[in-house]
């Protein structure tokens, strides 16, 4: 399946929210009920919510993002 590329950001930000929320919800999760039988559940409950919140955050923080290391980025070297 290929998208339109201008949904090149919707897209980068969707799986950057997806993954890193999976991540940081995962060692989260670990860290405070262990890597029981319930771990997998537990993530899952965890993971949803922050995924939810990590994905509008990232459509608007990106562009700021993106300037900042502009800003930052020596376009002459």
């Known amino acids: ?5 201008k ?6 930000s969707f799986f950057l929210s ?3 929320s999976l991540i940081v919800s995962g060692i989260s999760t ?3 009920i262990g890597l029981g039988a319930d771990f997998p559940l537990t993530w899952l409950f965890n993971w949803l919510p922050s995924w939810g919140i ?11 993002v993106r300037r ?3 800003r930052m980025v020596d376009t002459d070297a």
């Open 18 to 20: 997806c993954f890193m």
């Open 30 to 32: 670990a860290r405070t």
């Open 7 to 12: 949904h090149t950001n919707l897209l980068f």
């Open 54 to 64: 990590a994905f509008p955050a990232v459509l608007v923080v990106a562009p700021f």
């Open 1 to 5: 399946m290929r998208v339109h590329k």
């Open 68 to 70: 900042l290391v502009a």
